[in-house]
């Protein structure tokens, strides 16, 4: 079983739709996740960090839930700029290496 | 410059021969890691240093790869006797090594004729 495992999709969803990613851990000792987001042929950047108590930037959300070890990421009122792949990332320990999911992309259509 | 510098940005090479990618990672960052992509495929950790530690080698594919770090800077990836399946993009990222943030470059495109 991956360490990092989410749905690839594609996800086609409409402009000011709402959309979510889940994407689930094998390490219940995995300390610290993150969203990153890629575009097509381009490197990957940070989307967020995902805390424990859920946080929210803008029209993002990311929440993890430690019982069921799956992290997730909301985007509310999807711009066509959101086009891009999501990738999910776990790091087991602190310091420790980051480990990618495969990515989920989502294309916003007008 | 600011970022994370790959080299070369592109290299095509024949079967068999080595190849040689360089990372500069951010100044003061203590955490570099490699990672390849195919298209259309995810991140495949390839190696991972982190300060003075023996580095993290799990992830690569085979004893044809190598990876070292000079004076906790500049790392060099190697690949010997190439093989098509080596074909991607080879990424370097550093971070400053207590969160989760993740700086890459922009990645060296290998491809094995």
């Known amino acids: 079983r991956k360490e990092v495992e989410q749905d690839p999709g594609p996800f086609n969803v409409p402009e000011g739709a709402t959309v979510a990613f889940n994407c689930t851990y094998s390490?219940?000792?995995?300390?610290?996740f993150f969203w990153y987001r890629q575009d097509c042929r381009k490197e990957p950047k940070l989307l967020m960090s995902v805390y424990s108590s859920g946080n929210e930037d803008g029209r993002f959300t990311a929440q993890l839930n430690r019982a069921s070890q799956y992290i997730s990421l909301l985007i509310r009122d999807s711009k066509l700029s959101d086009s891009a792949t999501y990738l999910c990332?776990?790091?087991?320990?602190?310091?420790?290496?980051?480990?990618f999911g495969a990515g989920t992309i989502l294309r916003v259509k007008s | 410059g600011a970022g994370v510098s790959q080299s070369p940005s592109n290299k095509v090479t024949e079967k068999g021969k080595d190849v040689e990618l360089r990372c500069d990672p951010i100044?003061?960052?203590?955490?570099l890691y490699w990672y390849r992509q195919s298209l259309g495929q995810g991140l495949e950790f390839l190696i991972y240093f982190q300060g003075n530690s023996a580095p993290d080698k799990s992830g690569l594919p085979s004893d044809r790869f190598s990876a070292e770090r000079t004076g906790g800077s500049v790392s060099t990836l190697t690949i010997q006797r190439t093989q098509q399946e080596d074909s991607a993009v080879y990424l370097c990222?550093?971070?400053?090594?207590?969160?989760?943030?993740?700086?890459f470059g922009e990645g060296s495109r290998l491809t094995v004729l």
């Open positions: 390490n219940s000792a995995s300390q610290s």
């Open positions: 100044s003061g960052h203590t955490a």
């Open positions: 990332v776990g790091q087991m320990e602190y310091g420790n290496k980051l480990v």
């Open positions: 990222a550093s971070s400053r090594g207590w969160d989760g943030e993740l700086f």
